[in-house]
């Protein structure tokens, strides 16, 4: 009997799957390069990419059909946007222009040209601590190995690798969604790649599709052969190559009860997320793409407790017209009504600075130009013209409403000044049209700063709400960078310092009887739900998926027991105590209710 080996990965969507493995190969494409001589050689050069572009669009409509045809219930519109945005860079003049105008310049191969362009842009997009960027990397990767595939005359090679035909789970280097998309309707049970985060396409749409997956597994490839019976814990980011009958039994055992509750809490979107001893805690989504409004709802969300719209800034020349702004926001308003959405104002800079900005890296990003300091020190206009947008969205969707929040603000003077950028802007509208519905406004502060949860209590008299963003918080407090390898074992929501943070606002909040939310990172761990609760939150904003489950840890226990267990975390002097001992009541009353 062939040896059993455990592996570790990341959880990326879960869920257990029994199967043999399937292997795609997705080695590094090799690129030929080679110069070219004469005007006809140019000539081929430039057709065969076109051409190749042109045999990736086909590709790529057969993969929106595919999505069209073989949609589940849960699938929602991001999905199919992911596909539509691959589609729309294979018209992108960064990509593919340059690529074009690289062979004309320096007179080399439609390969090699494509892939230093692709490479420069990965490279530009990686630079930047920001998800959206993070993603759309990912996106660029895609394509240009789709186009590279077709120009080496890959083409069939895919397609009959894309055909499954019995149980398998898939095991590769990565996975694209077209990919993905083209495996609908087939017995695909998991996924399992050596790349891969939790927030990359693969994972979303694994999600999505309620499939097993396991991604960022070290040589994974090297290790599992064709037919290798596998078991893959999407939950924990375990894969197991070659189990014996009792590891088999076992997780045959986990699968039908995780199935079983997973389906319990998706019939409970309807319902409300309220304590046992009534305490209505409301549980909203936070999206980045207009597509996602649907799945938040899908998923139960109550309201939009974080609208991003960096999206519309990223990867152009030129920043989005206020009638393009007014366009999109107009139709996610109209989408979630009568339910509200919090739009926070761009937050760009620093590490994510888009071209339309045209301003040089700084030398420490971190700490430097950043959101509004962007907006009132450089970008006023367009500040501006980003507040008047979403005011008139809100008028011209008809919601009584307009909540608009502000990130990263460090002292009162910026809100002041915010607030009468506002005032302005308000002026400006019924000046223009006395005939102009005015929704109410609620202005929000982000804290996300140290020095913003020091002055939370002066703050809080100059605000209509509070949204604290756990995530830099927790990164700028404890001095670290999150996404560095070496010191992202610091970060930590559980640590003191952060409790104490919380408690701090939220303190400030109560006595000005302003509402207080969270909307980082913190507000989608189930374990973390009777922290948050505790120390007395009413409104967690989460990434959509996160809701069934923090709706079931609210209803597991009373807000007596909440307190209860923040008075003795807040006793503890170590973020691992105060882990373990959340850890251990969430799942006695998980246990209990599930």
């Known amino acids: 009997m062939a040896h059993t080996i455990r592996l570790q990965g990341i959880p990326a969507a879960p869920g257990i799957a029994i199967a043999k493995a399937r292997s795609i190969d997705r080695k590094k494409v090799l690129v030929p390069k080679f110069n070219i001589e004469g005007e006809e050689s140019i000539l081929i050069e430039l057709n065969r990419i076109d051409e190749s572009v042109e045999i990736a669009r086909e590709q790529m409509k057969k993969s929106i059909q595919s999505l069209k045809e073989n949609k589940p219930s849960n699938l929602n519109h991001e999905h199919g946007m992911i596909l539509q945005t691959h589609m729309l860079l294979l018209s992108d003049m960064t990509l593919i222009d340059t690529a074009k105008d690289m062979i004309n310049s320096r007179r080399i191969n439609a390969e090699w040209a494509l892939s230093i362009v692709s490479e420069d842009i990965q490279n530009q997009l990686s630079m930047a601590d920001n998800e959206y960027l993070a993603m759309r990397t990912e996106d660029i990767e895609f394509v240009t190995v789709r186009i590279l595939r077709n120009l080496l005359g890959h083409t069939e090679v895919m397609e009959r690798e894309l055909k499954i035909d019995s149980d398998s789970i898939i095991v590769t280097i990565d996975l694209s969604p077209a990919e993905t998309a083209q495996m609908l309707g087939s017995p695909l049970r998991g996924f399992v790649t050596e790349k891969g985060t939790q927030i990359s396409h693969t994972s979303i749409m694994a ?36 189990p014996d009958e009792d590891t088999i039994k076992d997780y045959e055992e986990r699968s039908y009860q995780w199935k079983a509750r997973d389906d319990r809490l998706r019939h409970t979107k309807n319902e409300p997320a309220v304590t046992k001893d009534g305490q209505f805690i409301q549980l909203s989504g936070n999206i980045e793409l207009p597509g996602e409004a649907p799945f938040a709802l899908d998923y139960g969300a109550q309201g939009i407790g ?47 600075m888009p071209r339309c900005f045209h301003m040089s890296k700084a030398r420490n990003p971190a700490l430097g130009m950043r959101a509004i300091r962007i907006g009132l020190r450089k970008e006023r206009e367009l500040l501006r013209d980003q507040i008047k947008a979403i005011i008139i969205a809100t008028s011209q969707a008809g919601a009584p409403i307009a909540k608009i929040m502000f990130p990263l603000i460090s002292g009162v003077e910026e809100i002041r000044e915010l607030k009468e950028i506002v005032t302005g802007c308000t002026n400006e509208l019924i000046a223009n049209n006395n005939t102009f519905k005015m929704p109410e406004l609620k202005i929000g502060c982000m804290v996300e700063l140290p020095s913003a949860v020091f002055i939370s209590d002066i703050l809080a008299k100059e605000v209509d709400f509070f949204s604290i963003g756990t995530n830099d918080l927790i990164q700028y407090m404890l001095g670290i960078d999150r996404v560095n390898d070496d010191v992202a074992y610091l970060y930590s929501p559980y640590h003191p310092a952060a409790l104490r943070a919380l408690k701090t606002v939220i303190t400030a909040a109560d006595n000005a009887h302003i509402p207080v939310s969270i909307c980082g990172g913190a507000a ?71």
């Open 207 to 242: 999600q999505a599709l309620g499939i097993p997956a396991v991604v960022g597994v070290p040589n994974v490839t090297g290790q599992i052969n064709p037919g290798d019976l596998l078991i893959i814990d999407g939950q924990e980011g375990v894969v197991i190559i070659n």
């Open 306 to 352: 974080l609208y991003r719209t960096e999206f519309l800034y990223m990867d152009r020349d030129l920043p989005p017209s206020m009638t393009e702004q007014i366009k999109i926001y107009s139709s996610v308003i109209k989408t979630v009504a009568p339910k509200l959405i919090a739009f926070r104002t761009f937050d760009l800079g620093a590490d994510k």
């Open 524 to 594: 989608g761990e189930p374990q973390m739900t009777p922290l948050l609760v505790g120390l007395g939150l009413k409104e967690l904003s989460m990434a959509p998926n996160a809701i069934p489950y923090i709706k079931a840890s609210v209803k597991s226990m009373t807000l007596k027991e909440a307190k209860d267990l923040t008075d003795k975390a807040l006793e503890l002097t170590t973020a691992e105590d105060i882990k373990q001992l959340t850890l251990q009541f969430i799942q006695e009353k998980m246990d209990l209710d599930i």
